[in-house]
C-alpha cells in the first residue's frame, strides 16, 4: 500500500507565493518520476512538473521560470515552489509518484489566487 499526501496548498494573493510537499509512504522500495499536475472543474488534470529520479526536470510553458519541483529521494518527498502566483493558476494541485513501476496520486490540495 503507497499513499500519497500533499501539503501547502491555500489563499494566496497575485503575485505571491506558495510551496505545496507531497510525502510518500508505504511499500517503498524505489520512486522513478514524481510529478505535479493540477485540475480545474469542468477541465482535464494537467501536467505542471515533473521530475525524475536523477533531477531531469520538466515544465509546463505557462509555468516556466515561476514554479520549481525538486525532490528529496531519501525522505520520498517532492515540492513545488510556486512563486509570482497568477489567479489562472488557481486549481486542484495532485502529487503523482511512479512507485515500484506503477502510478499513484495524491488526495489534491487547493491553491486560489485571489485578490
Known amino acids: 500500500q503507497v499513499q500519497l499526501v500533499e501539503s501547502g496548498g491555500g489563499l494566496v494573493q497575485p503575485g505571491g507565493s506558495l510551496r505545496l510537499s507531497c510525502a510518500a509512504s508505504g511499500s517503498i522500495f524505489s520512486i522513478g518520476h514524481m510529478g505535479w499536475y493540477r485540475q480545474v472543474p469542468g477541465k482535464e488534470r494537467d501536467l505542471v512538473a515533473t521530475i525524475t529520479d536523477y533531477g531531469y526536470t520538466n515544465y509546463v510553458d505557462s509555468v516556466k521560470g515561476r514554479f520549481t519541483i525538486s525532490r528529496d529521494n531519501p525522505k520520498n518527498m517532492v515540492y513545488l515552489q510556486m512563486n509570482s502566483l497568477k489567479p489562472e493558476d488557481t486549481a486542484v494541485y495532485y502529487c503523482?509518484?511512479?512507485?515500484?513501476?506503477?502510478?499513484?496520486w495524491g488526495q489534491g490540495t487547493q491553491v486560489t489566487v485571489s485578490s
Open positions: 503523482y509518484a511512479q512507485v515500484q513501476s506503477f502510478g499513484h
